[in-house]
């Protein structure tokens, strides 16, 4: 590998964080100031977030004792966070090394075969973000692996998620019960 080209893949890795913090960090602390909500409880719903995905809705509302709105919102500023710096990785990861970039190579190859799958499988990330074992982050990976639109992924891959978080939400609320 080259060294220009290592250089672009340390700045895109930077870029990737950059984005990670001003979207998932950053601006649901401006938020949590604008709101009066104190920092160390945003921070911690942040936390939980990037921990326990969107079960971190049970933890904003019963042990933080945030606004259901609030948590929704913060929620999903750090879901899009994740996502955003998850594909610039990727992109770097399939720049870098020629195994990833053979491999996306073949599935593009292989996606070609089904056009359906190419224009509309994105739409299937709606419900990949709510299944416990694929989750939010498996969930970017396999769009990005089978090359679906980008911005068509990111926003199935949100759209998914506000309605997980927005049904745990509810379930929080005591809305809907659930039964094990």
């Given amino acids: 590998m080259d060294r220009s080209k290592a250089i672009d893949g340390i700045r895109k890795g930077f870029r990737a964080i950059a984005i990670a913090f001003v979207v998932a960090t950053l601006i649901p602390v401006l938020l949590g100031l604008l709101l009066s909500v ?5 921070f911690s719903l942040i936390v939980s977030t990037l921990l326990l995905q969107a ?3 049970f933890v904003g509302m019963g042990g933080l004792g945030l606004h259901p709105a609030f948590i929704l919102a913060v929620m999903t500023f750090v879901e899009l966070g994740i996502v955003l ?3 610039e990785i990727l992109d770097v990861f399939a720049e870098q090394s020629e195994r990833v970039r053979r ?3 073949s599935t593009e190859a292989k996606m070609e075969r089904y056009p359906i799958l190419q224009r509309y499988g994105a739409v299937t990330l709606i419900i990949l973000p709510m299944l416990p074992v694929i989750g939010l982050y498996s969930s970017v990976v396999i769009g990005w692996l089978l090359r679906w639109n980008k911005l068509q992924s990111v926003f199935f891959v949100t759209l998914g998620w506000i309605l997980v978080t927005g049904f745990l ?3 929080a609320l005591g809305f809907v019960r659930v039964v094990f």
């Fill in 169 to 171: 939400l509810l379930v």
């Fill in 38 to 42: 104190p920092t160390p409880r945003v």
């Fill in 103 to 105: 491999f996306t190579k």
């Fill in 55 to 57: 079960n971190a809705a």
């Fill in 85 to 87: 710096a998850l594909y």
